[in-house]
């Protein structure tokens, strides 16, 4: 019925997280110290502006799987302990860590740097910092926690922003003593500018997707996510989402979709199906259903970015990203969305080793469905590891929402 | 003396039977999420705090709010909430220390509104870096129970609270002590049950209980059946499965010594009673007597913890039991496998899960295990 049309421009994303690892290996290589970042995505531009090369490592779990390179060490985790109920993301990453030299010589993407220092948060799930200790005992290195007050009342937030900016300058005093670089604020500044202007495109380009046909959907979101992962605060990051916010306005001039022949609107709960991702955009488009909003590609990354207050910034962004809310606001939030972006129907993806991402999904369903008469199914997968995934099931569960999708539809009319 | 094993049989099929009687008789009934947070505080202010335990009852509507992949103390808390099974309790109390609990009570709060919840969140890193979040956090916490109970927790009120929880971690830890210098005078399962008992009944009259238990046990003959000497590891939570405990004890083993959540984890330190109440409460978050794997405890870890205690207590294997699903122990474990391979200590893992369909293959593992310890190998 329907065909994916996906963005060329989203591919420049892939192309800058291409880059960014082989950059890596060759600072590690000339003797840089490499931080290793778990969960804090948004204190990047603070080591940047250091020149202290990094790897965020659920980044690298994603990569890793959505390249289908995740298999390997994943049997190295399995051998050295890790359950399979352990977190996708960690057992990827650790057991990329894990592997031996000649299993690393095979992919280059393997050849991840050890840490000379860890950052790590609790900011959105506490899990972070069990696998940040796994890796402070594993390679006896420095390592600091970022301690996020989760927002169980709306009205603190001002109070844990200012509670984050003091941890940030202890962070720095840390970065700096540890890796014996300094901070340099102008090019801190710098880097929190261009992120801005990314994000104002980048926001730009989402607001589009309410456009019917949407020239967007996450796929091509998530395609490009090597913007957000791994060239924050740089110009290429800002060129990547003006060609995808180009193109979109085309697409929109043309009424082109990024699914042809949209004929239903979906919004996505949860993050993506890495090893799957291809052929479920692809299956998603065959059946007419353009995902044209999700809570994890509109709210978990960096929003509001102001280089007068650089700090401010980062922790703004640490208290306010989409997991930290309570569950009150994500209802709210996502209910916006589906009215917004005129969704039709909601998929959770019940990521089963994700338990921190996915726990609201149920009251989620009931309550948005509730408030806008509309279908929600989850269907059960996984982030990175693909034995969790069954198309069947994924099959059963889409047909069923495209049914009711239909059927309300017709009581409508 | 006597050599009879004094038989306890607690009965826990309701553990808040005892809540529902004191809330008749007017007492505000605090549910409080287990491992760390300081009772004495709902205490002091005249409330009753009750650690929310795992039901034995299969979960049925709480399914449709919590996916069947979280750990069966959350699905069986939001169960028992949504089966209306939880009205016993004014207030729900969440000290996150986990993205599992909070869930389970982001989920609560939505499905119980009836109901009252406090919030707080722990650091999860033991640094002195975070001894001033603490203490605010804890301060904060006291300011919304002393409005849920209509009254002011002053020091003294607190002090004398602090007071009264360290007997009662004193006594159960005589117990414990007594039951490991004297194998086969109490059960394992017993053991456990007391300390449940203790969590989910006023420390008052729990006290009476244990010492009017301690001179029984004081007064009994240890077995002279000795068995192979295992460590009980983890556990989370919520308690091991008695039928568990049983087994390990009917094929031979023999309890030397255990950090499990219902066990000597919960009972591990006290408070200060010398330094000013609410300072008293924060440090000891920062000792909690049992390094934790839900923590980053950089100085003195849980592995570490394990290693000095399997030498002091002559321990021939550690038996570790992991919560299905359970975060911590799932990033913890391929660690500590890593510690007993380098030190040559046996060990086994038992994964429980709230709904068990047989107990045999758990019973293959722990008979297997215990007999490969007994050889000596």
């Known amino acids: ?413 | 003396m006597t050599s009879t094993k004094i038989r306890l049989d607690i009965n826990l099929e309701d553990p808040y039977r005892r809540a529902r009687e004191l809330k008749k008789e007017g007492k505000k009934v605090f549910g409080v999420s287990p491992m760390h947070f300081p009772e004495e505080l709902i205490h002091a202010g005249g409330g009753l705090p009750v650690v929310l335990q795992e039901s034995t009852e299969p979960v049925t509507y709480g399914l449709a709010h919590l996916y069947p992949f979280f750990c069966g103390f959350t699905r069986s808390v939001v169960d028992m909430g949504v089966r209306n099974k939880l009205d016993v309790f004014d207030t729900i109390v969440l000290g996150d220390l986990c993205i599992q609990l909070r869930h389970m009570v982001k989920t609560l709060k939505r499905q119980m509104p009836a109901t009252s919840f406090v919030y707080t969140q722990w650091p999860l890193e033991i640094s002195e870096r975070f001894h001033s979040t603490v203490r605010g956090r804890l301060q904060r916490c006291k300011k919304d129970i002393e409005q849920l109970l209509g009254r002011e927790i002053t020091d003294d009120n607190l002090a004398q609270s602090i007071r009264l929880y360290n007997q009662n971690r004193r006594l159960m830890r005589q117990v414990i002590d007594l039951a490991r210098a004297k194998p086969g005078v109490l059960r394992a399962r017993d053991l456990v049950g007391l300390v449940e008992s203790g969590m989910v009944m006023p420390k008052e009259e729990h006290n009476r209980m244990l010492e009017g238990l301690i001179p029984q046990l004081k007064r009994k003959r240890a077995s002279s059946k000795q068995g192979a000497k295992v460590y009980l590891a983890g556990h989370l939570c919520m308690a091991v499965k008695v039928e568990i405990l049983d087994l390990i004890e009917e094929l031979g083993g023999q309890v030397v010594w255990d950090d499990l959540y219902t066990g000597s984890r919960y009972v591990a330190s006290d408070a200060s009673e010398t330094l000013p109440p609410m300072e008293a409460l924060t440090q000891r978050y920062f000792n909690l007597g049992i390094p934790c794997p839900s923590r980053m405890e950089p100085k003195y870890g849980w592995s570490d913890y394990i290693l000095d205690r399997v030498k002091q207590a002559g321990a021939q294997g550690v038996m570790v039991f992991m919560v299905k699903q359970c975060g911590p122990m799932l990033l913890y474990y391929p660690y500590l496998k890593d510690v007993f391979e380098r030190e040559s200590i046996p060990y086994t893992v038992i994964v429980t899960e709230h709904e068990v369909v047989s107990f045999e293959q758990v019973k293959t593992r722990i008979q297997a295990f215990l007999e490969m310890i007994q050889r000596g190998a």
């Not at chain 1, 994603?62 to 298999?71: E, F, G, S, V």
């Not at chain 1, 000379?116 to 910092?129: A, R």
């Not at chain 1, 009205?155 to 922003?161: G, P, S």
């Not at chain 1, 004929?263 to 993506?272: A, E, S, V």
């Open chain 1, 1 to 413: 019925m329907g065909q994916s049309n996906p963005l060329r421009s989203s591919r420049l994303g892939s192309q800058a997280t291409d880059r960014f690892y082989e950059d890596l290996r060759q600072a590690a290589k000339k003797g840089d110290p490499v931080c290793w970042i778990l969960g804090a995505l948004i204190t990047t531009p603070m080591v940047t502006s250091m020149d202290v090369p990094w790897v965020f490592a659920d980044a690298l779990a994603a990569h890793l799987a959505a390249r289908h390179q995740q298999k390997r060490p994943q049997e190295v985790a399995d051998e050295k302990g890790y359950l399979r109920e352990t977190c996708s993301y960690t057992r990827i990453h650790m057991g990329c860590t894990l592997l031996s030299d000649a299993d690393r010589k095979q992919v280059m993407d393997w050849q991840v740097p050890n840490p000379d220092l860890v950052i790590i948060t609790d900011g959105c799930c506490s899990e972070w910092v069990e696998w940040g200790d796994d890796v402070r005992k594993r390679f006896n290195v420095p390592i600091f926690t970022l301690h996020v007050p989760f927002l169980w009342n709306d009205k603190d937030r001002d109070e844990a922003t200012d509670y984050v900016v003091s941890q940030l300058k202890e962070m720095n005093t840390f970065l700096e003593d540890t890796t014996h670089r300094r901070q340099d604020p102008a090019k801190l500044a710098e880097i929190i500018s261009m992120g801005r202007q990314a994000q104002d495109m980048r926001s730009h380009g989402q607001q589009l997707c309410r456009n019917v046909p949407s020239p967007a959907t996450i796929f091509d979101w998530a395609t490009a996510l090597g913007a957000v992962f791994n060239s924050w605060g740089k110009p290429e990051s800002v060129g990547i989402y003006k060609a995808m916010k180009e193109e979109m306005e085309q697409r929109v001039a043309r009424k082109e979709g990024a699914v042809i022949g949209e004929k239903y609107r979906l919004c996505w709960d949860g993050m993506i199906v890495w090893p799957e991702f291809g052929p479920l955009s692809k299956k998603l488009a065959s059946l007419g259903a353009n995902v044209v909003a999700s809570a994890y590609m509109w709210g978990f990354f960096p929003t509001l970015m102001d280089p007068r207050d650089p700090l401010k910034s980062i922790a703004w962004n640490m208290v306010d990203v989409w997991p930290n809310r309570n569950l009150d606001w994500q209802i709210n939030h996502v209910a916006q969305f589906c009215e917004d972006y005129k969704v039709d129907g909601l998929i959770c993806h019940a990521h089963y080793t994700c338990r921190a991402l996915c726990g609201q999904q149920m009251e989620l369903m009931d309550a948005v469905s509730r408030k806008l008469n509309i279908p929600a199914v989850f269907v059960e997968a996984d982030v990175g590891d693909e034995s969790f995934y069954s198309e069947a099931q994924v099959d059963t569960r889409l047909q069923a929402l495209l049914e009711m999708i239909d059927a309300r539809r017709k009581v409508r009319a």
